[in-house]
Structures are given as C-alpha cells and as structure tokens.
C-alpha cells in the first residue's frame, strides 16, 4: 500500500483536518499521480456537509485533480512517467452497460464510482479524493492534459469545465445561438468562456451586480441581472438554452420565462428538490423544457481538454495553501470567490 496524506471531514459538522489514509499500490492498468494542484467545488461543501443525504466519513474531498504520473502498471498506454495528467469526478464505472458503452460513464447503471464519498467497486474501500499528495487511478479514467495549460488554472475544468461544456455541446451551442449563464461562480465562469469559444452570444445571468463588468472580461457579451425584474421581463422568451449553476433550491419559474419557444433550462446545481415547484404555464406555455445533465463523460472530457488547450481556455483561480482550506470553503459559501479556489499540494 502506499500512504497517503490529505484533509478530511470526519462529519457534517467538522472542518477539514489533516488525515492519514492508503492508497493501493498500482495495479496493471493503474496510474499514480503525484498531485499538484486540486480545485475546490462546491460540491465538496454539499458531500461534506451531507447536503445530498449518505455521505460517507472520513472523506477526502477534491475532483478537480492535477498532477504528474510518477508510476504507471504494466499495461498502461495512455500516459507514461512524467507526464501531466488529471482526475476527474469519476475514478471507475461498470463499463459494460449502455451508458458506459455510450461514453456516458457518468450515467452507469450500477452507479459510477465518485472519485471521493464513495465506495471502489469491491463495495468496501472508501474512495478518497485530492485534497491529497497521492492518487491511484485506472488509466482508463485518468486524462491527458494539453501541455500549453497552465496546471493550476486548468484543474477546474475536470468538474466545473466538464459540467458546463457537456451540456453546451448537447445542446448545439455554437454561432447565431444565444445562451444563458445563470450563477457566475466556478461552473459560470467556465459556462460564459465556454460557450463564447463556440460562438455563441452569451449572456451572464447574476444575482450580484459587482460582477457584471466582470462577466464581460470572461467574455459575456451581456449581463442581466436576475433581481431587477424588469430586466428580467425585458429578455423574456429570449433563449433556446439557459444553464442554471444555482447551488441551491430556487424558484426556476423566471428562468423559464427567458426561454424562447422550445428552450431548455438544464439544471446543474441544485441536486435537492426544486421548491418551488415550476408555474406549469412556463412550460406549457412554449414547449419548454426543464432538464438537467450531471458532469460528462471520460471521452467528452478529454474533448473538452483539448478544445480549452486549443483556445487556451483555463479558469480564473485564487490558488491557495491547504491550511486556510476551511476558510475557502467558508467564503465559497458566501459567494466570495472569482472564480475558483485551487489548493497548492506543496503546502501539505
Ligand atoms: P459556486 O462557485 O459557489 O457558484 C455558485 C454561484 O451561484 C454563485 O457564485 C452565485 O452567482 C450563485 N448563487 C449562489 N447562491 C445563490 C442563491 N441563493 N440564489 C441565486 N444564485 C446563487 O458553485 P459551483 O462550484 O459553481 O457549483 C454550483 C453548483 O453546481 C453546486 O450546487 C455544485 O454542487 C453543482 N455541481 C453540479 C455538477 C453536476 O454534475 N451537475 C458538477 C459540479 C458542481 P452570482 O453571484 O452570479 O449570482
Ligand atoms: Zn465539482
């Protein structure tokens, strides 16, 4: 076995603390990643606080995983020692049902193995995330990364970039299509760069008026404020395709009405019930949609790597040292993050 270091939440109520934990030593297909940088998620608040029910103690959180391949099994093909690599939201799936034969890992009929706050597919071990010196990974849900990115702006694209792009390209995004962005955190950022780089004229939807000149510098060509329910009116029937990065339940019924005829309004944030319940007229009312879409697959993923490595695509990060970790998590909460909190791994 190898010993790992990392933080973990030991329950719902526990800031983050040192932790030791093992590793198992790689096998044939596995890779061992020695990280260097890990994104902080909202999701990792949600999974340690319990937010979504089940959570498992002690957890390691951290999806958005970076490093360098130190080790690899026998028959690995994919990376080799000393190249850059990276995790993601999954580490293993069944591979053998339709969704996982689709490349929709994600949507395994078993359950996909959750890089952390899960169990490995022996229905024992715990899976530990990266906030973390040490990863060991099947090669088969290990990615490549472009090597003109820098690492620690390009760990939030294994979760924040997946999740907004998989639902960008579903939906056709491209030139001549208005989108809407709705919540401009980690997800938002990446949805307004995202979607601008295919061509779209994107327009960030905001509680917060501070970030609108903000929006335009990731590349929005429009702001609308989601509190001013005059502008709200004014955009009405606006778009075929509005992501809502919510972390919370919320009233969806205004962002239903600036769909066009047909639109979809794809949920990504808000995992617990939708209270309240849509007004049926928003969706009668022009055949609109309201959907949702959870992060992407492992061959979209690395698609979308290496589009963000042909645009130069990264996040916007405030890298920061594992110790001031709870205090992140504590201004996530509070929305105060542009836009991303990345952790530097040498400061374990
Ligand atoms: P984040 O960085 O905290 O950003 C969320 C943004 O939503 C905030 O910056 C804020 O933007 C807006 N917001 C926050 N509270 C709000 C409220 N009460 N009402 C209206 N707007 C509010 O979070 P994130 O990391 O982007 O994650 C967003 C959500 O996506 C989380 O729930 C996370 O668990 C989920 N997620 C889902 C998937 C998936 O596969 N579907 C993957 C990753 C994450 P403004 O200031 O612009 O209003
Ligand atoms: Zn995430």
Same mark, same amino acid.
């Given at each position: 076995?190898?010993?790992?270091?990392?933080?973990?939440?030991?329950?719902p109520?526990?800031?983050?603390v %040192?932790?030791?934990?093992?590793?198992?030593d790689?096998?044939?297909h596995?890779?061992?990643?020695?990280?260097?940088?890990?994104?902080?998620?909202?999701s990792?608040?949600?999974q340690?606080?319990?937010?979504?029910d +089940?959570?498992? $103690? %002690?957890?390691?959180?951290?999806?958005?995983?970076?490093?360098?391949v130190?080790a690899?099994?026998?028959?690995?093909?994919?990376?080799?020692?000393?190249?850059?690599?990276?995790?993601?939201?999954?580490?293993?799936?069944?591979?053998?049902?339709?969704?996982?034969?689709?490349?929709?890992?994600? $949507?395994?009929?078993?359950?996909?193995?959750?890089? $952390?706050?899960?169990?490995?597919?022996?229905?024992?071990?715990?899976?530990?995330?990266? $906030?973390?010196?040490?990863?060991?990974?099947?090669?088969a849900?290990?990615?490549?990364? =472009?090597?003109?990115?820098?690492?620690?702006?390009?760990?939030?694209l294994?979760?924040?970039?997946?999740?907004?792009?998989?639902?960008?390209?579903?939906?056709?995004t491209?030139?001549?299509?208005?989108?809407?962005?709705?919540?401009?955190?980690?997800?938002?950022?990446?949805?307004?760069?995202?979607?601008?780089?295919?061509?779209?004229?994107?327009?960030?939807?905001?509680?917060? =008026?501070?970030?609108?000149?903000?929006?335009?510098?990731?590349?929005a060509?429009?702001?609308?404020l989601?509190?001013?329910?005059?502008?709200?009116?004014?955009?009405?029937r606006? /778009? %075929?395709?509005?992501?809502?990065?919510? =972390?919370?339940?919320?009233?969806?019924?205004?962002?239903?009405?600036?769909?066009?005829?047909?639109?979809?309004?794809?949920?990504? +944030?808000? /995992?617990?019930?939708?209270?309240?319940? =849509?007004? +049926?007229?928003?969706?009668?009312?022009?055949?609109?949609?309201?959907?949702?879409?959870?992060?992407?697959?492992?061959?979209?993923?690395?698609?979308?790597?290496? /589009?963000?490595?042909?645009?130069?695509?990264?996040?916007?990060?405030?890298?920061?040292?594992?110790?001031?970790?709870?205090?992140?998590?504590?201004?996530?909460?509070?929305?105060?993050?542009?836009?991303?909190?990345?952790?530097?791994?040498?400061?374990?």
């Open positions: 076995m190898i010993s790992a270091r990392g933080w973990a939440a030991h329950s109520t526990s800031p983050l %040192p932790f030791s934990f093992e590793r198992r790689p096998g044939p596995d890779v061992q990643i020695k990280i260097r940088w890990c994104g902080i998620c909202h990792d608040l949600h340690a606080r319990d937010d979504w +089940g959570s498992l $103690y %002690p957890m390691v959180p951290g999806h958005e995983i970076v490093g360098d130190v690899t099994g026998a028959q690995v093909t994919r990376v080799k020692r000393g190249d850059a690599a990276a995790v993601g939201c999954m580490v293993d799936s069944c591979r053998t049902c339709r969704p996982c034969k689709a490349g929709l890992e994600q $949507y395994c009929d078993e359950g996909a193995t959750w890089t $952390y706050n899960c169990h490995e597919r022996d229905g024992v071990t715990l899976t530990q995330g990266g $906030y973390s010196d040490v990863i060991v990974v099947d090669e849900f290990v990615l490549a990364m =472009p090597n003109n990115l820098d690492l620690s702006a390009a760990a939030p294994l979760c924040a970039g997946i999740t907004t792009w998989s639902p960008l390209v579903h939906w056709k491209g030139p001549g299509m208005e989108v809407g962005v709705a919540g401009i955190g980690g997800l938002g950022h990446m949805g307004i760069k995202l979607a601008r780089a295919l061509g779209a004229r994107v327009v960030a939807i905001t509680t917060s =008026p501070a970030k609108a000149a903000e929006a335009h510098r990731l590349g060509h429009e702001v609308l989601s509190t001013d329910a005059a502008a709200m009116e004014r955009n009405r606006r /778009f %075929p395709l509005v992501l809502d990065t919510i =972390p919370v339940s919320h009233d969806v019924t205004p962002y239903l009405d600036l769909l066009d005829i047909d639109g979809s309004l794809v949920i990504v +944030g808000a /995992f617990t019930e939708i209270v309240p319940p =849509p007004r +049926g007229t928003a969706l009668v009312g022009g055949r609109k949609r309201l959907t949702g879409s959870g992060i992407g697959g492992i061959r979209e993923t690395q698609e979308m790597l290496d /589009f963000c490595g042909t645009h130069g695509i990264t996040a916007d990060v405030e890298r920061i040292d594992i110790a001031t970790v709870n205090e992140a998590w504590a201004r996530m909460q509070r929305g105060d993050v542009r836009y991303r909190f990345v952790i530097d791994m040498a400061t374990l």
